[in-house]
Nanobody, 126 residues
């Protein structure tokens, strides 16, 4: 059974850091482009960052550039999103997704995912 399970979400203060994890099972993570997406209340889901199969190509949305870092460990079937300098506007449910064919830019910009996780809540508030 194909599964993506996110973890690491929490309630934190502005300026804090969090590391999200996305653990894959039922398929070989290294065969897929992986992306992190988020959806805030009342807003559409948006791409945060995407990483190619061997980490050669990375994509960051404007709001993530310079603050967030995506990485993957194919041997552990896990992808990470390190988030620093968190802001209240980063509050959202964060999802990871896997897709077999797109470029990292296409995946992130088109919310492209063959498989999706259930999400983990990130709340940034003082």
């Amino acid at each position: 059974q194909v599964q993506l399970v996110e973890s690491g979400g929490d309630l934190v203060q502005p300026g804090s850091s969090l590391r999200l994890s996305c653990a894959a099972s039922g398929f070989t993570l290294g065969d897929y482009v992986i992306g992190w997406f988020r959806q805030a209340p009342g807003k559409e889901r948006e791409g945060v960052s995407c990483v190619s199969k061997r980490s050669y190509n990375l994509y960051y949305s404007d709001f993530a550039e310079g603050r967030f870092t995506i990485s993957r460990d194919n041997a552990k079937n896990t992808v990470y999103l390190q988030m620093n300098s968190l802001k209240p506007e980063d509050t959202a449910v964060y999802y990871c997704a896997a897709a077999a064919t797109p470029t990292v830019m296409a995946m992130c910009r088109q919310n492209w995912g063959d498989y999706w996780g259930q999400g983990t809540q990130v709340t940034v508030s003082s």
